[in-house]
């Protein structure tokens, strides 16, 4: 039994450190920081004539619907016109996304028929760059006015290799429940990104909005299906900062529905196993103790050993229940009893176009570890490049 119990209060520390743990302790820490070293403080934004030039890279598969309006939203931006270099990788595209394109003359497209998916097209577009500094962005994201102002002030810092912007899913209409589980995520995760730079680094940068010192790139195979994690990740690994900009952001709808929601998460959950193995020599925290604390905290737990240690909480809990162990562990299986019914009537709502935010956060708790599961049945059979399937966005 005192096996048993070891092992139910071990899962139980590594779900509450994984989901909150680790937030408040990177709170706490970042405290300390500031204490110790000040608040930082970031540099002034460069004036036009002390601007460096950009590239900005849109790697594009089959987005004829949305490339007028990715256009117009780039027309926008606040950089000097003749810095900034616009960049359309269509590696693959068989719809109308290049004739569209070449309806603007200033767009450099970068084609070949053959469709290898997004890392690919990336090494394609990457491998003509030639200016200091490439933004990335996806077609069907757009980007706040000052966001590229606000890079390249972070790249003042010559520790900084990667800069992340900020991801922000927005919802067509209240009802449609994926966008504001999906958003409600990336709320906590801005902020922990936010967090993890201030204490070192973040920990990765989304495609959505991202940038790279171009000299900096290393080709990637070909098959990487978290392709703006692992580039990221690699320069972390050389030495370098990834900072990041709540300033600069994306705004993009989420997916139509659960089921395409499901889609992304099992990609990511896949990626994160690929590259988990792919990075482990970050996790060496003789090597960099802090990059291997961050990494581990908040990538490598979430994507491995959490999942598989809330789903092992229910038998552990049954067992000790039905042994008489104690008080303490019956109340923690109506605990856990009480989740799971709240989940399912989360679930149930949605269903119904209604919505009750406490019980579709349960849901979409669940549902984001399950699809871990998903991820992890994904990478095994899965035989192909980097090319994935798109989830509809609504």
Sequence with gaps: ???????????????????????????????????????????????????????????????QDVVDQKIENTRLLDYPREKLHLMWVTDGSTDDTNQRLAQYPDVQV????????????????????????TVMTD?????????????????????????????RVIARHESQTAAQGEGLYW????????????????????????????????????????????MSMRMVDAG????????????????????????????????????????RAMLNPFRRFVVAFQLLSHRVLRWTV???????????????????AGTVYTVCWLLQLLFYVAAFLGWWLSQHGRKNKLLYVAYYFLFMNFNVFRGMHYLRTHQGGGAWEKARRA
């Design 187 to 230: 709320r906590y995760e801005s902020t922990l990104k936010k967090l993890d730079s201030e204490l070192y680094s973040a920990m990765g940068a989304a495609g959505e909005l991202n940038a790279i010192r171009t000299a900096l790139y290393q080709p990637m195979p070909e098959n990487a299906l978290l392709d703006d994690y692992v």
């Design 240 to 279: 370098y900062r990834i900072a990041y900009t709540p300033v600069a952001y994306a705004m993009e709808y989420g997916s139509a529905d659960l089921a395409e929601e499901s889609k992304r998460k099992r990609r990511i959950a896949a990626g994160g196993l690929q590259s988990t193995w792919w990075l």
């Design 139 to 167: 077609a069907n994201t757009m980007v706040n006015a000052e966001a590229i102002r606000h890079i390249v002030r972070c790249f003042q810092d010559p520790k900084v290799a990667c800069v992340a912007g900020e991801k």
């Design 1 to 63: 039994m005192t096996t048993l119990k070891v092992l139910f209060w071990m899962c139980i520390f590594l779900v509450f450190y994984t989901y909150l743990g680790y937030g408040v302790l990177l709170w706490l820490l970042v405290k300390i920081k500031r204490i110790v070293r000040g608040r930082p403080t970031l540099p002034d934004l460069p004036a036009d004539d002390a601007l460096p030039d950009v590239t900005f890279l849109v790697c594009a598969f089959n987005e």
């Design 306 to 324: 959490t999942p598989c240690a809330l789903m092992a909480l229910i038998p552990l809990n049954v067992l000790l229940v039905f042994m008489n």
């Design 110 to 133: 970068v084609f070949t028929p053959e469709r290898r998916g997004k890392t690919a097209a990336l090494n394609h577009g990457l491998s003509l760059v030639t200016t200091p500094i």
